[in-house]
T-cell receptor, first 111, second 114 residues
């Protein structure tokens, strides 16, 4: 069966520091992958999606970037974090259908 | 632009009472609709989905939803709420079938009172 992993689970970083969040999917091939951010008390905002290795589409211009170095790996990065980057980051995947399946999330706090 | 509206930010229901969470969508074509549930600090779990066919769809955990095209609605229901149903619920619609992109509502937080 398919599983999706995200790490770290929680992260506290100072303003101006770099960021790297990782998402890995198992048990599937060539999935579409998605990064969402969920700010406190708000819905989900789509940040990036990828339909294949090296193919990244950005939904919202911001301080973040994404990469897909392998078929089942999706990385969210920043060179310099802002306070506004705090939130709950969710990775999701789709294979062959329309429903998205979500990982457990990473809680990022920028101080 | 395609959008999803969940008009209720919070709802409190007594345990054992019935539940209805509202969802309205704005989409020109036949929508593909979903309900997800999120427990605190966790990812989202798919409750049910509607693509076509029977407008009343059954999901996990005893939930159901009814698609009403005339009202552009896809409300979630449960006949008897359990304390473990306390969570945040999100409605979503597919807005790009080529890339399977979803737009989510802002969510409804369900509180269950004893």
């Amino acid at each position: 069966s398919q599983t999706i992993h995200q790490w770290p689970a929680t992260l506290v970083q100072p303003v101006g520091s770099p960021l790297s969040l990782e998402c890995t999917v198992e048990g599937t091939s060539n999935p579409n992958l998605y990064w969402y951010r969920q700010a406190a008390g708000r819905g989900l905002q789509l940040l990036f999606y990828s339909v294949g290795i090296g193919q990244i589409s950005s939904e919202v211009p911001q301080n973040l970037s994404a990469s897909r170095p392998q078929d089942r790996q999706f990385i969210l990065s920043s060179k310099k974090l802002l306070l506004s980057d705090s939130g709950f980051y969710l990775c999701a995947w789709v294979e062959g259908g329309y429903e998205q399946f979500f990982g457990p999330g990473t809680r990022l706090t920028v101080l | 632009a395609q959008s999803v509206t969940q008009p209720d930010i919070h709802i409190t229901v007594s345990e054992g009472a019935s539940l209805e969470l509202r969802c309205n969508y704005s989409y020109g074509a036949t929508p593909y609709l979903f309900w997800y549930v999120q427990s605190p600090g966790q990812g989202l779990q798919l409750l049910l989905k509607y693509f076509s066919g029977d407008t009343l769809v059954q999901g996990i955990k005893g939930f159901e939803a009814e698609f009403k095209r005339s009202q552009s609605s896809f409300n979630l229901r449960k006949p008897s709420v359990h304390w473990s149903d306390a969570a945040e619920y999100f409605c979503a619609v597919v807005v790009n079938t080529g890339f399977q992109k979803l737009v989510f509502g802002t969510g409804t937080r369900l509180l269950v009172s004893p």
